[in-house]
Protein backbone atom coordinates (compact mmCIF):
# COMPACT_ATOMS: atom_id res chain seq x y z
CA UNK A 1 0.00 0.00 0.00
CA UNK A 2 1.49 3.56 -0.69
CA UNK A 3 1.14 5.87 1.85
CA UNK A 4 0.27 9.62 1.48
CA UNK A 5 3.46 12.48 1.75
CA UNK A 6 1.16 13.94 5.07
CA UNK A 7 0.96 9.96 6.68
CA UNK A 8 4.79 9.62 6.39
CA UNK A 9 5.19 13.54 7.55
CA UNK A 10 2.55 12.32 10.86
CA UNK A 11 5.00 9.06 11.54
CA UNK A 12 8.06 10.84 11.52
CA UNK A 13 6.74 13.24 13.69
CA UNK A 14 5.32 10.84 15.93
CA UNK A 15 8.35 9.07 16.17
CA UNK A 16 10.49 12.27 16.76
CA UNK A 17 8.28 13.47 19.56
CA UNK A 18 7.51 9.76 21.02
CA UNK A 19 11.03 9.09 21.19
CA UNK A 20 12.50 12.43 22.99
CA UNK A 21 10.49 13.54 25.37
CA UNK A 22 13.21 14.37 27.71
CA UNK A 23 12.75 11.72 30.40
CA UNK A 24 14.47 8.54 30.08
CA UNK A 25 11.78 6.72 31.66
CA UNK A 26 8.94 8.42 28.81
CA UNK A 27 11.10 7.77 26.13
CA UNK A 28 12.04 4.12 26.51
CA UNK A 29 7.73 3.49 27.29
CA UNK A 30 6.82 5.56 24.35
CA UNK A 31 10.06 4.44 21.97
CA UNK A 32 9.36 0.55 22.67
CA UNK A 33 5.54 1.50 21.63
CA UNK A 34 6.65 3.36 18.44
CA UNK A 35 9.15 0.34 16.99
CA UNK A 36 6.29 -1.95 17.66
CA UNK A 37 3.51 -1.20 17.12
CA UNK A 38 2.96 2.21 14.71
CA UNK A 39 2.85 1.40 11.65
CA UNK A 40 -0.12 -0.54 12.25
CA UNK A 41 -2.52 1.66 14.02
CA UNK A 42 -5.37 2.64 12.33
CA UNK A 43 -6.22 6.34 11.81
CA UNK A 44 -8.51 7.03 15.05
CA UNK A 45 -5.71 5.15 17.58
CA UNK A 46 -3.01 7.22 15.37
CA UNK A 47 -4.68 10.96 16.43
CA UNK A 48 -5.25 9.38 19.42
CA UNK A 49 -1.44 8.61 20.06
CA UNK A 50 -0.68 12.10 18.96
CA UNK A 51 -3.07 13.66 21.37
CA UNK A 52 -1.72 11.78 24.20
CA UNK A 53 1.76 12.50 23.15
CA UNK A 54 0.63 16.26 23.84
CA UNK A 55 0.19 15.58 27.53
CA UNK A 56 2.62 17.29 29.68
CA UNK A 57 4.80 14.89 31.55
CA UNK A 58 3.57 14.92 34.89
CA UNK A 59 0.24 13.53 33.77
CA UNK A 60 2.05 10.74 31.65
CA UNK A 61 3.69 9.96 34.79
CA UNK A 62 0.71 9.80 36.49
CA UNK A 63 -1.04 7.48 34.44
CA UNK A 64 1.88 5.11 33.43
CA UNK A 65 3.08 4.34 37.30
CA UNK A 66 -0.49 4.12 38.51
CA UNK A 67 -1.25 7.49 40.41
CA UNK A 68 -4.11 8.25 38.50
CA UNK A 69 -6.40 6.77 35.26
CA UNK A 70 -6.25 8.48 32.14
CA UNK A 71 -8.93 9.90 30.63
CA UNK A 72 -11.50 7.92 29.27
CA UNK A 73 -10.74 8.87 25.47
CA UNK A 74 -7.22 7.90 26.00
CA UNK A 75 -8.29 4.53 27.02
CA UNK A 76 -7.72 2.48 23.96
CA UNK A 77 -4.31 3.89 23.04
CA UNK A 78 -3.52 3.59 27.01
CA UNK A 79 -4.27 0.12 27.07
CA UNK A 80 -2.17 -0.92 24.00
CA UNK A 81 0.58 1.07 25.20
CA UNK A 82 0.59 -1.06 28.51
CA UNK A 83 0.32 -3.93 26.32
CA UNK A 84 3.96 -3.58 24.56
CA UNK A 85 5.13 -2.59 28.47
CA UNK A 86 4.10 -5.96 29.52
CA UNK A 87 4.53 -8.14 26.49
CA UNK A 88 8.54 -6.82 26.86
CA UNK A 89 8.77 -7.36 30.19
Do not use: C, H, W
Not at 60 to 70: A, K, Q
Amino acid sequence: MVRSVELNFRLKRIKIIGKRRGSKELDLIFGRFIDSNLEELDDPLLYQFEEFLELNESDLYDYFFGNVVPPRKFERIFKKIMGTIASRS
